[in-house]
């Protein structure tokens, strides 16, 4: 089946989930003047057909919106439920009252779960005297689905010892918080222009990719374009580019990227 039209990436965070500056911390990175160095909590925006789609709605997502300056929102696609991936969900209101519409989100069933629990009012059925989010869950199998005529598939991704989702769409694919990524799933991503992923840091950690092993996942998929995400405040944006191979760069906030184009 063929892709309905072009599909433009925006990167609307880049950063790990305490974000860069960091709080507090007076490094290198964090009193950076390069604004690649500045990244907020992990999301993206996808537009295609005249529909955006943000994965993951992060604390930064109405500074993020209006950065985008997105005036309209059609879906949500979550990741997983971890604070710096959810927090912002409230920040969907001001697209409720502009598009008189409820807004479709879709995730794993034990992320709408935890959604739900974080979220509690959202979903308790009282009548609310101030405004909460309409929303619309859509749980996700592990299946294909179809969303304004662009297929997506959830890539199951292992985040520490919990099992999370990434995505596909067309000949891109978009995989946070991961520190492993099963076979199956590898077979998922085969033949892509555009390949997002978790390179935390140098140093290991147990819930998240490094810079080194996401080198050798790039290397064994061979995507046309690789960008690393997730990013803390070890990284210096143009330093660590100036050691990668050419085909992988580091994402930043505004970055915007066309799927299938020439470059
Ligand atoms: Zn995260
Ligand atoms: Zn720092
Ligand atoms: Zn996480």
Redesign the pocket.
């Known amino acids: 089946m063929g892709e309905p039209g072009p599909l433009r990436i925006t990167v609307l965070g880049s950063g790990?989930?305490v974000g860069v500056p960091t709080p507090g911390c007076h490094c290198a990175v964090c009193t950076s003047q390069d604004p690649r160095d500045n990244r907020l909590r992990?999301s993206i925006l996808l537009q295609y057909g005249g529909h955006n789609v943000v994965i993951d709605t992060t604390p930064d997502f109405r500074t993020q919106v209006l950065s985008a300056k997105l005036d309209r929102l059609d879906a949500v696609l979550f990741t997983h439920a971890?604070a710096?991936?959810i927090m912002g969900l409230d920040d969907v209101r001001p697209f409720n009252f502009r598009q008189q519409t409820r807004i479709p989100i879709f995730a794993s069933s034990d992320t709408l779960i935890s959604i739900q629990r974080v979220f509690q009012y959202i979903f308790e059925c009282n009548d609310h005297q101030s405004s909460v989010p309409q929303i619309e869950t859509h749980a996700l199998d592990g299946d294909s689905f179809q969303l304004f005529g662009q297929p997506f598939t959830p890539v199951r991704l292992l985040h520490g010892r919990s099992s999370i989702y990434g995505f596909r769409f067309g000949s891109a694919a978009y995989l946070?918080?991961h520190s492993d990524i099963p076979p199956e799933s590898m077979e998922r991503l085969r033949g892509l222009d555009v390949l997002f992923l978790d390179a935390l840091r140098h140093k290991p950690h147990p819930t998240h990719s490094t810079v080194e092993r996401s080198i050798q996942t790039v290397e064994e998929l061979a995507p046309r374009r690789a960008f690393f995400t997730?990013i803390c405040h070890d990284l210096p944006h143009e330093e660590t580019e100036s050691t990668l191979p050419s085909n992988i760069r580091l994402a930043y906030d505004g970055l915007e990227i066309l799927v299938g184009a020439a470059d």
């Open positions: 790990t989930s992990p971890h710096d991936h946070t918080d997730h």
